[in-house]
């Protein structure tokens, strides 16, 4: 935790150790994108984790029948179709794919890249990890030089449904897609993240924050921002890496899931607090919080 950043509440570390060991890892990633990487290995479960993480934004159901879309489009082998396709291939596969902004020619667009950074490197991980600096604090460096290789390989970074699916993590945003594909690929096989890319340190990863764990890690003193962006996502992390140093992100997963459960309302509900494993940690449930109000 930074030194100017927030106190965390006592027995916030107990409790999320707690929360963490009643997790049912597996069956969460049954209704988590990451559930679909899962049912592939090697190349083509890396590439489906990009995929996965690139569509990841709505509502779980709808984002994971996009991704199934796409892999239906690509007879479910999208490493194997991007090491062998032209531009346009995807686009006259799936003519009428729509996924809210994204359109069939971003996804070609992006398979285009991957397929490219993959011929260059030898593999996605190899691309990622040369982009890795001995000095580098977290994952942010690493990722800024990946993204603008898949931009540059892409040849349709003007499209603005291009930029949005390669978000860059130069304009110092919160990135939370790219994070969460990092945490799939370098946490070690739990039931739910990947373990594919050993070469990326556990330590280096970096919190990814949506609009439900924004709120949360607020709830919970990880922070004291605002805004959701890199810093908040930052200033989360340095939190929890007091809490275990070399694996900050085991309590990602746990937490996000309690806004995708709805086992938490951003504000007191005793019908849902009364079961929750965070009760007496959290802004709405401590002490002059939100229960007493």
């Known amino acids: 935790m930074t030194a100017s950043g927030p106190a965390m509440a006592p027995g916030l570390a107990d409790a999320l150790w707690r929360l ?55 007879d479910g082998a ?8 032209r531009p346009g291939d995807f686009v006259r596969r799936a003519p009428g794919f729509v996924y809210r902004m994204t359109r069939a020619e971003d996804v070609d667009a992006v398979f285009v890249a991957m397929g490219q950074a993959r011929r260059q490197f030898g593999s996605l991980e190899a691309a990622f990890v040369d ?6 604090a977290d994952v942010r460096p690493a990722l800024e030089r990946y993204v603008a290789t898949l931009r540059a390989a892409s040849g349709a970074v003007e499209r603005r449904g291009v930029r949005y699916l390669l978000a860059d993590p130069a304009t110092g945003s919160a ?14 096989d739990d039931g739910a993240d990947l373990g594919c890319w050993p070469r990326v340190s556990t330590s280096q990863l970096v919190m990814p924050l949506d609009t439900h764990t924004s709120f949360l890690v607020r709830a919970l ?19 929890l890496a007091a809490i275990c140093a070399d694996d900050p992100l085991r309590f990602d997963m746990p937490l996000c899931h309690l ?7 951003h504000r007191y509900d005793e019908a849902v607090c009364g079961r929750c494993g965070l009760r007496g940690v959290c802004r709405w449930t401590a002490p002059g919080g939100g229960a007493s109000a």
């Open 78 to 85: 999208p490493a194997a179709f991007a090491a062998d396709m």
């Open 131 to 136: 982009g890795v600096g001995a000095n580098d």
């Open 20 to 74: 963490d060991a009643d997790f049912d890892r597996a069956a969460a990633a049954e209704k988590d994108p990451v559930g679909i990487a899962r049912r592939f290995t090697g190349a083509e479960q890396v590439v489906v984790a990009h995929l996965c993480a690139m569509l990841a934004y709505g509502s779980v159901g709808l984002i994971r029948r996009a991704i199934e879309a796409v892999l239906d489009a690509v």
């Open 259 to 265: 806004g995708i459960e709805r086992a938490c309302m």
């Open 221 to 239: 003193g990880l922070t004291d921002r605002a805004t959701v962006d890199y810093r908040m996502a930052r200033q989360a992390t340095d939190a």
């Open 175 to 188: 990135t939370k897609r790219w994070h969460l594909l990092l945490r799939w690929l370098a946490r070690p």
